[in-house]
Nanobody, 120 residues
């Protein structure tokens, strides 16, 4: 299973670090992706990190967000800087075997989500 945490209320321009703690599967064999879903919108990809550490970002996450993984602690982090109101969403982490991908339907395990609200 996956447990996402670290969400909260932050002002525009602020930062948050999300964590995704994994258990119950061989973490080293899985890529972890972050997705988000804003009210009234479809879930969308944000970033992923593959088993070898390669990463990718989508859209406005590039240059502002950084994904990393700690295989010793079975945890993936998403450092989010320069947050904007449009980043407000529930953020989910998910796991897929091997290389990361942006297609959410290719992910096997999902966490419960953590709410990020960017507002003054």
């Amino acid at each position: 299973q996956l447990q996402a945490s670290g969400g909260g209320l932050v002002q525009p321009g602020g930062s948050l670090r999300l964590s995704c703690a994994a258990s119950g599967f061989i973490f080293d064999d899985y890529a972890i992706g972050w997705f988000r879903q804003a009210p009234g919108k479809e879930r969308e990809a944000v970033s992923y990190i593959s088993t070898g550490g390669g990463s990718a970002y989508v859209g406005s996450a590039r240059g502002r967000f950084t994904i990393s993984r700690d295989n010793a602690d079975n945890t993936v982090y998403l450092q989010m800087n320069s947050l904007k109101p449009e980043d407000t969403a529930v953020y989910y982490c998910a796991a897929t075997p091997g290389k990361g991908r942006h297609n959410l339907y290719e992910y096997t395990y999902w966490g419960q989500g953590t709410l990020v609200t960017v507002s003054s």
